[in-house]
T-cell receptor, first 114, second 117 residues
Framework: GNSVTQMEGPVTLSEEAFLTINCTYTATGYPSLFWYVQYPGEGLQLLLK?????DKGSNKGFEATYRKETTSFHLEKGSVQVSDSAVYFC?????????????FGAGTRLFVKA | DTAVSQTPKYLVTQMGNDKSIKCEQNLGHDTMYWYKQDSKKFLKIMFSYNNKELIINETVPNRFSPKSPDKAHLNLHINSLELGDSAVYFCASSQGAAGKSSGNTIYFGEGSWLTVV
């Protein structure tokens, strides 16, 4: 079946540190891949996405590359800020559900210390 | 202008009660969803509606009944509330299905915090 696995948190970093949150997936064909972010007390917001292999999604200094060969979509940022503290969700939208079902990973909480 | 709005934001109620959460989107989308997020932040789809028709029902107890009076609204009614129903419920919407770039992004409401005591 379709699934998303992301690294367990929480991840605690100092400001300006390098961030990597790993995400791997299982799916048939070429699903679309997403990273969503949830700030405290808020709903999820799309951070970035990639719809085909080797695509790189980027936004607000965050990047993720769709790697078909390793079925991965790791999130990276070169220098995190305190304001990046949030929960990050990796997600996929499989082709075989007609696009009506997006599957989310368990979320990774990030704490950034000043 | 809130794209996906849901009410109430906070709801505390006793076991056995019946409650509803309302959701409206002003994005012109044809697909709406309900997700449940538990205390560990795990997010799970409950229902998906496309053009007012139920597309996905993820083995949710039949105490949960979604209703979509039109494409812009998807309400969630819960009967006989149980302690385990305590969670954050997110409404969301998107346009169309996979394969169309504009249809891939899901827009979420701010969540409804339900506490059953």
């Amino acid at each position: 079946g379709n699934s998303v696995t992301q690294m367990e948190g929480p991840v605690t970093l100092s400001e300006e540190a390098f961030l990597t949150i790993n995400c791997t997936y299982t799916a048939t064909g070429y699903p679309s891949l997403f990273w969503y972010v949830q700030y405290p007390g808020e709903g999820l917001q799309l951070l970035l996405k990639a719809t085909k292999a080797d695509d790189k999604g980027s936004n607000k200094g965050f990047e993720a590359t769709y790697r078909k060969e390793t079925t991965s979509f790791h999130l990276e940022k070169g220098s995190v800020q305190v304001s990046d503290s949030a929960v990050y969700f990796c997600a996929l939208r499989p082709i075989n559900t007609g696009g009506f079902k997006t599957i989310f990973g368990a979320g990774t909480r990030l704490f950034v210390k000043a | 202008d809130t794209a996906v709005s849901q009410t109430p934001k906070y709801l505390v109620t006793q076991m056995g009660n019946d409650k509803s959460i309302k959701c409206e989107q002003n994005l012109g989308h044809d697909t709406m969803y309900w997700y449940k997020q538990d205390s560990k932040k795990f997010l799970k789809i409950m229902f998906s509606y496309n053009n007012k028709e139920l597309i996905i029902n993820e083995t949710v107890p039949n105490r949960f009944s979604p209703k979509s009076p039109d494409k812009a609204h998807l309400n969630l009614h819960i009967n006989s509330l149980e302690l385990g129903d305590s969670a954050v419920y997110f409404c969301a919407s998107s346009q169309g299905a996979a394969g169309k770039s504009s249809g891939n992004t899901i827009y979420f409401g701010e969540g409804s915090w339900l506490t059953v005591v």
